[in-house]
């Protein structure tokens, strides 16, 4: 994609049949198996210990019984959220009260695992790590996943030329997947200090080249490879002020230094809110509007009103797919 600068997004806004949902993000807690160099400790020292099972349930079972949603999607982070060793039990839980389930994964669990909890997900996004994961094993769970979920897999795009050869060879060899579903892959452009402070990461021109032509694509049944998402998971636009408009996909966002959102009106806290490791509930991964209470507080309150943005980055893809707009465009949202 060539960047254009005299266009700029002026609204983020869900498709009609996306409904009135509310996105729960929780980031179950802060244990990974991996050390990826490109990751801060923070998301894999564990220090957050292990939320209980029946405290988890207790809150879940709050928000269904108290929002005015039609549609309650969990998705879960970490570290990496599977290494909670209840987690399979919760997917069962959740599932059986009608809630959709969203994962992001290093797939390093064990195939016997990932078909247990298959049929209860919704998608399943598989990050490729180049400085440790296993291709054949990654390969395998995409297999697994892609016949009973929204399959997606993040290619980490690695500054070393070794390690952005292996994202791009296993690129390479998912265009090669049969016996699957849909399956969308992205090179995922990495991040400085990934985290609230985040910067997009200064790439070698033909590292940035190489992002800006073949950023994703979506292998068919067929087998065939088409340059485009299915949109039919998160189903958002991006408005741009030349009037055009166009599938909101956030690292392209990232990448041309679209996401300063400074004083938008965006409704985090309404369409999304963020657990913390700590089980601290923010209404967004960017921490705009603060801690507004803990999931086990009996006398928590939800937020009523969007938020005006007041900071010059939006830090992830899950805050940037909340529907926002500058102010004096799109004022009737
Ligand atoms: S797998 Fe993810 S959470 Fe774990 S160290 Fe790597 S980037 Fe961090
Ligand atoms: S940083 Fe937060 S408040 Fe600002 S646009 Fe992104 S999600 Fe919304």
């Known amino acids: ?3 254009d600068k005299d266009r700029f997004p002026i609204a983020i806004k869900p498709s009609e049949k996306m409904g009135n949902m509310i996105h729960i993000s929780w980031m179950l807690h802060n244990q990974c198996n991996k050390r990826c160099s490109y990751c801060r400790e923070f998301n894999w020292n564990g220090d957050s210990g292990w939320l209980k099972y029946d405290q988890i349930i207790t809150f879940v079972d709050k928000v269904i019984n108290h929002s005015q949603k039609d549609l309650y999607h969990f998705s879960f982070t970490g570290g990496e959220p599977v290494l909670w060793p209840q987690f399979d039990q919760l997917c069962h839980y959740l599932k059986n009260k009608g809630c959709e389930i969203g994962l992001t994964t290093n797939g390093s669990k064990s195939i016997s ?9 919704n998608w399943t996004c598989i990050s490729f790590h180049p400085e440790s994961s296993n291709e054949d094993h990654i390969f395998n769970v995409v297999k697994v996943l892609a016949n009973k979920s929204r399959v997606s897999v993040r290619l980490m795009m690695h500054k070393e030329k070794e390690f952005w050869d292996k994202s791009v060879a296993f690129g390479e060899k998912l265009k090669m997947a049969d016996d699957c579903s849909f399956i969308f892959v992205e090179y995922v452009p990495l991040q400085n200090d990934f985290g ?11 590292q940035r080249e190489f992002l800006e032509k073949e950023n994703h694509f979506t292998v068919l ?17 991006t408005y741009f002020n030349d009037g055009t408009s166009e599938f909101c996909r956030p690292n392209d966002l990232v990448a041309n230094n679209q996401v300063n959102f400074k004083n938008w009106i965006c409704h985090i806290g309404l369409d999304l809110l963020f657990i913390n490791h700590r089980g601290e509930i923010l209404k ?6 603060g801690n507004i209470g803990h999931i086990f507080d009996p006398n928590l309150k939800l937020p009523t009103k969007p ?13 940037i797919l909340i529907k926002k707009h500058r102010p004096g465009y799109f004022d009737e949202f």
């Not at 985040?198 to 790439?203: A, H, L, N």
């Not at 938020?307 to 805050?319: E, I, L, M, R, Y």
């Open 307 to 319: 938020q005006t943005c007041g900071v010059n980055f939006c830090p992830c893809a899950t805050d």
């Open 196 to 206: 609230l402070h985040s910067r997009p990461m200064v790439y070698e021109n033909w």
């Open 221 to 237: 049944p067929t087998k065939d490879v088409i340059n485009t998402h299915r949109r039919d998971v998160w189903d958002y636009t």
């Open 284 to 289: 967004g991964a960017c921490k705009q509007g």
């Open 1 to 3: 994609m060539t960047l």
């Open 113 to 121: 695992y990932w078909e247990n909890i298959s049929d209860t997900l």
